[in-house]
């Protein structure tokens, strides 16, 4: 089971946004600063689209975006499309480790 | 532009011995920090470990008793071993980096393999 929380499963229908939230065990409140997000399609590699919590790699549509608040870190896809349908990982390290986790993973359906 | 292809035996026998390699093509693998990771059916994807030229690694601990990973720096290439291997090490198997980003996390990975998949049968 991993450290970070993500639910198995969200959908929107186009054109609307949805949001990922990807949580820290309440007792690691402020160990895991570091947030990734990860959008995957099946065959192929994942692609990196958030890192550092808010930042985009160049060519990352501004329609995905992170933000973080206490022990939640969050990835909001807006106009959503056809195209976005995927799973979507979160990751990050414990401060004070070097042990990357991932989280559980979510599958957004577009509608 | 770098690329990255792993490669390596489709099939496994359970309790032997699983051998991936991981080409890397434009550019030095000494510049980098090699990780593989691994996406099992149902579990998701899971860092198994980092290699460095100078030799340093970090495994993951739940699979650290049996993973090694390694540099062929004449070859520009990685790899990985997992011994014992069961069902449950199934996976898709990929190479991935942080190639062309600044940042203090370990787990930014801006450039994939294509992924090797690997099948242990009984």
């Known amino acids: 089971q991993s450290a970070l929380t993500q639910p198995a499963s969200v959908s929107g229908s186009p054109g609307q946004s949805v949001t990922i939230p990807c949580s820290a065990p309440?007792?690691?409140?402020?160990?895991?600063?570091?947030v990734s997000w990860y959008q995957h399609h099946p065959g192929k590699a994942p692609k990196l689209l958030i890192y550092d919590v808010t930042y985009r790699p160049s060519g990352i549509s501004n329609r995905f975006s992170g933000s973080k608040s206490a022990n939640t870190a969050s990835l909001t896809i807006s106009g959503l499309q056809a195209e976005d349908e995927a799973v979507y990982y979160c990751?990050?390290?414990?401060?004070?480790?070097?042990?990357?986790?991932f989280g559980g993973g979510t599958k957004l359906t577009v509608l | 532009q770098m690329q990255l292809q792993e490669s390596g035996p489709g099939l496994v026998k359970a309790s032997e011995t699983l051998s991936l390699t991981c080409d890397v093509t434009?550019?030095?693998?000494?510049?980098?920090?090699w990780n593989w990771i691994r996406e099992s059916p149902g579990k998701g994807l899971e860092w198994i470990g980092y290699?460095?030229?100078?030799?340093?690694?970090n495994y993951n601990p739940s699979l650290k008793s049996r993973v090694t990973m390694s540099m062929d720096t004449s070859r520009n290439q990685l790899s990985l071993r997992l011994t014992s291997v069961t069902a449950a090490d199934t996976a898709v198997y990929y190479c991935?980096?942080?190639?062309?980003?600044?940042?203090?996390?370990?787990?930014?990975?801006?450039?994939w393999g294509p992924g090797s998949v690997v099948t242990v049968s009984s």
């Open positions: 990751n990050s390290y414990k401060s004070g480790s070097t042990v990357v986790v």
């Open positions: 991935a980096s942080r190639w062309q980003l600044t940042t203090r996390s370990p787990g930014v990975f801006d450039i």
């Open positions: 434009g550019d030095s693998i000494t510049n980098y920090y």
């Open positions: 309440s007792t690691d409140a402020g160990a895991y600063n570091y």
């Open positions: 290699v460095f030229h100078t030799g340093s690694v």
